[in-house]
């Protein structure tokens, strides 16, 4: 219905503006204005008119994607030396078939003598002609490759946000499946034990798969949100944690909720969890969210865990270069990543920064 309604503006403003311009050029004649100019140039006008509208639209519809889009130069500007040559012969033609030379010669006898300015000649007509054809096919030519140009940008837009959804919903689906199996598998094992926490664990679950199953639809979600997905994801993940590895998170005490693309944060948490923690050995991993004006910091520190075989079984996660690829995608131009695989501390520090204006 609303693509219906809008061919049908386009359509009514194409005779708009043919109406305008077969009127200021093709039937005001004020060098006419003192004389009684015969029915036969009317006719002749208005089969002129119909050659360039026929003429703008063969090109716009034809000549341009099949020749000038293609590359094929030379083939288009003959075709247009033959539109305009026939437009031209065709009006040459008229003027015999109407005898208009006789029949004007006739109407400035009648008038009395006229100043030399309004005795036009044929080659005066013709040039005139030639110039009127000239703009018509020009501006043929330039909406056609303008609307192809803006065609191809909002297909490139719509293919690029397809590659975004695409890459959402395979950032879903690279979160670890056993992660869940795990922490399900921990929380039965809680139950046993201490009910309460087991509970609060299958809440905390159960936030995240709704954030991952509706929060994330609309293409973007708050950023207290992606910060309680975190947090929470940090809380399961630290019950399979002992006491050797610290896990620290610092988020604004006072947090301006902005929109932000979801899950940007998990990856670089998830990535600390794979390579920075270890079951024997002394680690540590610090997450720091910080806000200055419209800019949103994120930093992730973990030790350097060497032998990390028993990593909390998250030997299939996201991947950095998948998530650059995502913020580029999302944040062209506006993001900051920088990634330091080993500093003074033997940390893995990651630093991300975005603009959000």
């Known amino acids: 219905m609303i693509r219906s309604k809008s061919r049908l503006i386009t359509i009514l403003i194409h005779i708009l503006i043919w109406a305008v311009f077969g009127w200021a050029v ?3 004649q004020p060098f006419f204005s003192n004389i009684t100019i015969p029915y036969q140039y009317w006719i002749k006008q208005s089969l002129l008119l119909g050659m360039l509208v026929a003429g703008y639209y063969l090109n716009s519809a034809v000549l341009v994607p099949t020749f000038l889009l293609k590359n094929r130069v030379g083939y288009y500007f003959l075709f247009l030396v033959c539109i305009a040559a026939g437009i031209l ?3 040459s033609y008229l003027d015999q078939l109407f005898n208009l030379h006789r029949l004007f010669s006739e109407a400035f006898r009648k008038a009395g003598p006229l100043p030399k300015r309004h005795r036009g000649d044929d080659n005066h007509l013709n040039i005139g002609l030639l110039i009127i054809i000239t703009l018509v096919i020009g501006a043929s030519t ?5 609307q192809k140009w803006q065609k191809d940008k909002q297909e490139r837009e719509e293919l690029e946000k397809d590659k975004v959804t695409t890459e959402l919903s395979f950032l879903k689906a690279q979160i670890n499946p056993h992660f ?3 922490t399900l598998n921990n929380i039965y094992a809680l139950t046993l034990v201490d009910a309460e926490v087991a509970g609060k664990a299958i809440h905390q679950l159960s936030r995240m798969m709704r954030y991952l199953l ?3 639809q609309q293409g973007h979600t708050m950023l207290s949100q992606e910060i309680a997905f975190v947090k929470d994801y940090i809380a399961l993940m630290q019950l399979r944690l002992t006491d050797v590895v610290k896990v620290n998170i610092q988020t604004p005490a006072n947090l301006k909720d ?4 979801p899950m940007i944060f998990l990856p670089f948490v998830e990535n600390a969890f794979k390579h920075g923690v270890s079951a024997t050995q002394q680690s540590r991993i610090g997450i720091v969210v910080e806000q200055k004006d419209k800019t949103l910091d994120l930093t992730v520190k973990n030790s350097i865990i060497r032998d990390n075989s028993v990593s909390l079984d998250t030997n299939s996660g996201i991947g950095l270069v998948n998530t650059r690829r995502r913020l580029d995608l999302l944040y062209p131009g506006k993001y900051q990543l920088d990634i330091n695989e080993a500093n003074e501390q033997n940390e893995y520090v990651v630093h991300l920064t975005i603009d959000l204006s």
Not at 142 to 146: N, Y
Not at 258 to 261: D, G, N, R, T, Y
Request: aromatic share 24%; proline share 5%; hydrophobic share 55%.
């Open 214 to 216: 509706y929060d994330t």
């Open 258 to 261: 902005v929109p932000l693309a």
């Open 26 to 28: 093709v039937f005001y």
């Open 89 to 91: 012969l065709v009006s």
């Open 142 to 146: 330039s909406v056609t490759v303008i």
């Open 180 to 182: 869940f199996f795990n």
